[in-house]
């Protein structure tokens, strides 16, 4: 994440539990948002398409690694 949107911060700055975006966040935007879903889509094939759900996915470190494991785990179902 920080390679690919080309943050000023090290991984070790980002807090698991963090939000991505908002107040008290990395202070990521829109645009770092649609960098992040087709990153994930790229390296994961883990596709959002539904704002409310990207809203959720990509909230933190944690949320998005819950949803990669979980599409994980439904395509190896």
Same mark, same amino acid.
């Given at each position: 994440?920080?390679?690919?949107?080309?943050?000023?911060?090290?991984?070790?700055? /980002?807090?698991?539990?963090?939000?991505?975006?908002?107040? %008290? *966040?990395? %202070?990521?935007?829109?645009? &770092?948002?649609?960098?992040?879903?087709? =990153?994930?889509? +790229?390296?994961?094939?883990? +596709?959002? =398409? &539904?704002?409310? /759900? !990207?809203? +959720?996915?990509?909230? *933190?470190?944690?949320?998005?690694?819950?949803?990669?494991?979980?599409?994980? +785990?439904? =395509?190896? !179902?």
């Amino acid at each position: 994440m920080v390679e690919n949107l080309m943050l000023q911060v090290t991984p070790e700055e /980002i807090g698991d539990s963090q939000p991505l975006f908002g107040p %008290g *966040s990395v %202070g990521l935007d829109s645009v &770092d948002a649609l960098q992040l879903v087709v =990153a994930l889509d +790229k390296a994961y094939g883990l +596709k959002i =398409a &539904d704002s409310d /759900i !990207a809203k +959720k996915t990509l909230f *933190s470190v944690d949320t998005m690694a819950a949803a990669v494991a979980a599409h994980k +785990k439904s =395509a190896a !179902a």
